[in-house]
């Protein structure tokens, strides 16, 4: 007897990018043209800018369109043999399926980010409260040896996890540390992160970092909420930014 084949969820963000492409393929977009503004694409497709904005990160690792910071987003043509990449190959890895068969390699940036909005100010405020002076150490060390010039997304990573470990709910702890795990496994994370996170924007996270930092060494559980909420909300901001007057809006 043949065995059912489990069935993989698609996010829409794949959903919105496969439309695009295929008009790319079928000369609706040419090459070397630019693509309407993400609110005009977000608007025929009736989802949000967020989903659009995925949807064209993800054509760009595919090689449909290159994302020109500060102009627009213009389609590529195909390679010499008249194709595209796939999906899964332009991301140079195999799938990683969750508990639940979701391909975790597949779950879009801003999902993550919402994720993180929705639990780590608690945890700040947690950490304010029941963090030892040796937790609050290691907090104050992964935000003091943040470098601006060398590998500052390790140095956030671990200012983030030591908050975790700090808020003394393992359950917790250990949700904040899978959604880290999830954003690494990101093609689509990875590349907003190379349009947007400058040396300049790493300074405004330290500077975030700082508050969060001085509110849980304060004990002051609904500071440290309120900063780390800022903080999130900042770096959402920051991967929307048009990419340019012409293009995304």
């Not at 043509?77 to 990683?96: K, N």
């Not at 200012?159 to 470990?165: K, T």
């Not at 689509?188 to 001085?214: D, G």
């Not at 909420?229 to 995304?248: M, S, T, Y």
Request: negative net charge; proline residues 4%.
């Amino acid at each position: 007897m043949t065995s059912l084949q489990a069935v993989a969820s698609t996010r829409l963000y794949r959903m919105i990018a496969d439309q695009i492409a295929a008009r790319i393929k079928a000369g609706d977009f040419p090459a070397g043209g630019r693509l309407p503004a993400e609110r005009e694409l977000a608007e025929q497709l009736q989802v949000s800018r967020a989903s659009v904005r995925e949807a064209l990160i993800a054509l760009e690792i595919e090689g449909y369109v290159d994302v020109r910071v500060g102009t627009g987003v213009f389609v590529c043509p195909p390679r010499e043999d008249g194709q595209y990449q796939d999906a899964q190959s332009a991301q140079g890895t195999t799938s990683a399926a969750t508990a639940d068969n979701v391909d975790a390699t597949d779950i879009g940036p801003f999902d993550l980010l919402e994720t993180r909005l929705l639990i780590e100010p608690e945890c700040a405020a947690l950490a304010a409260q029941k963090a030892s002076p040796a937790q609050i150490a290691a907090i104050r060390a992964a935000h003091e040896g943040m470098s601006l010039t060398e590998s500052p997304s390790v140095h956030d990573r671990a200012f983030h996890s030591a908050i975790g470990a700090a808020c003394g709910n393992a359950a917790l702890a250990a949700a904040i540390s899978h959604i880290w795990h999830l954003s690494t496994l990101s093609p689509v994370f990875h590349r907003l992160e190379e349009h947007f996170v400058t040396t300049k924007v790493w300074s405004e996270a330290q500077k975030e970092h700082e508050r969060i930092l001085a509110a849980i060494v304060d004990r002051d559980p609904i500071r440290a909420r309120h900063a780390m909420h800022d903080h999130l909300v900042g770096i959402l901001a920051r991967l929307r930014e048009d990419f340019g007057n012409g293009g995304i809006r």
